[in-house]
């Protein structure tokens, strides 16, 4: 007997009914798990649209409320000037403490100024750059040797010049000329009625000259803004002032004078103050005798000054005297005063070393290193100190950190330190070197 399958045309045997079941049976399986698959890729598709589409409480498919995110624009603008400033402080200060975000050159030869030098050529730091004076010419020049700037002076003379971070002033002595920069522009040129005996400069380009006049006053300091616009005029007496210290935006002035009216030669510090009534603007601060200054720096209402053997501080309200160091000039190798600080290099007779030590002004030591041997010069900033050898630069910074030693050919005659510390330039005949941290 023949069936016919309900979905086929072709009639079957009875004897392969059985057959035929179990195959229905396969299929069916077969189609419960494609049936499954489908329900799974289905919930798969749904979980990807839950984010936008959901269920109500009657099984309806609606749009699900968007989720709006509030971006803080300070926020941002806050964490990208918080990143711009840690990359600004590592690149500028970095080096300091021996931190570098670019490789640097420790060849010389990479980085070199070559020029014609003479014997009456002067050299500094300018606006953070190397400055040099030779024939007739100030240029400066960056770290990495470029040729910055350049001015060249109508007249041919031997000049005096001074520098306070961004302003430079220039003089010719024999005839009273000066000249005023900032930064790369002449904004000053000025001829005093006298002959300059010496000048002074302070971070906002006022100036303090100390000239005569023929057949008149022969020791006057006469204080100009940097229009050259006079402030006011002081008459001293004949004798030399050392070195002078402009305060208060001009308005006042410390000065350390030589004394010589006595048998006891020695200095005498005053102080300018035209804020006061006109019989009270000079006053003395106080005598020092059988005593030289070298350089003496003011902080406040306290002066610090390096003597011949001794640092000592000096209140200028009263003229109260501290000394803060003494020193055997047979065993003190090198000091100097800096902002904050004095450092200075002493021979340990003990040990038959050296000791570099940088102090506090309040009396705290900053950093104390022995060094084997003592070197050629040193040359102290107010970060840095180099210490050059007769092949070699060894340089510490203030904190006493080791920042390594340089290869030299031999000692040059003259080091400037410039780029806020970071570069010192050797000077030798017709050629510069110039180090970068």
Request: proline residues 1%; aromatic residues 12%; hydrophobic residues 35%.
């Amino acid at each position: 007997m023949k069936k016919k399958n309900k979905n086929s045309s072709v009639f079957l045997d009875e004897e392969k009914k059985d057959t035929l079941d179990l195959s229905i049976d396969d299929d069916l399986e077969q189609g419960v798990d494609i049936v499954n698959r489908n329900r799974e890729e289905l919930d798969n598709q749904r979980n990807k649209r839950i984010g936008k589409f959901e269920r109500n409480a009657n099984g309806q498919i609606i749009e699900r409320t968007k989720i709006r995110y509030n971006i803080n624009i300070k926020a941002i603008v806050t964490i990208i000037i918080i990143i711009v400033i840690v990359c600004w402080s590592l690149y500028s200060f970095g080096p300091i403490f021996g931190i570098h975000m670019t490789s640097i050159s420790e060849n010389i030869e990479d980085n070199k100024i070559e020029l014609v030098t003479k014997e009456n050529d002067i050299y500094g730091e300018f606006n953070d750059e190397l400055f040099v004076y030779s024939n007739n010419t100030i240029s400066t020049y960056d770290e990495n040797s470029n040729l910055t700037w350049s001015y060249t002076f109508s007249d041919s003379f031997s000049p005096n010049i001074y520098v306070e971070e961004r302003y430079m002033l220039v003089t010719n002595n024999s005839t009273g000329m000066m000249y005023l920069f900032e930064g790369r522009n002449e904004i000053l040129n000025k001829k005093l009625d006298g002959a300059i005996k010496n000048a002074f400069l302070d971070s906002a380009g006022n100036i303090a000259v100390e000239y005569s006049v023929e057949n008149g006053y022969n020791n006057i300091i006469g204080v100009y803004n940097k229009a050259g616009k006079s402030l006011y005029d002081a008459y001293l007496s004949q004798e030399n002032i050392i070195s002078l210290k402009l305060l208060d935006n001009g308005r006042k002035m410390v000065f350390c004078e030589a004394v010589t009216d006595s048998s006891n030669i020695g200095i005498k510090f005053r102080k300018i103050d035209i804020n006061k009534k006109e019989d009270e603007q000079l006053t003395d601060i106080v005598s020092l005798d059988n005593n030289f200054v070298y350089d003496f720096i003011v902080e406040g209402k306290t002066i610090y000054a390096l003597l011949d053997d001794s640092i000592i501080s000096i209140d200028i309200d009263n003229g109260n005297i501290n000394i803060l160091k003494e020193f055997d000039s047979t065993q003190m190798i090198f000091v100097a005063l800096n902002d904050n600080y004095y450092t200075f290099l002493e021979r340990d007779i003990s040990n038959n070393t050296y000791i570099s030590e940088n102090i506090g002004y309040s009396g705290n030591k900053i950093s104390s290193t022995t060094i084997d041997s003592v070197p050629k010069d040193m040359i102290s900033s107010d970060w840095i100190n180099y210490y050059v050898y007769q092949d070699y630069v060894y340089i510490l910074n203030k904190w006493g950190v080791d920042l390594g030693k340089r290869e030299i050919n031999f000692t040059p005659k003259k080091c400037v330190v410039f780029n806020n510390n970071k570069s010192l330039a050797l000077i030798y005949t017709n050629k510069i070197y110039i180090l970068n941290l």
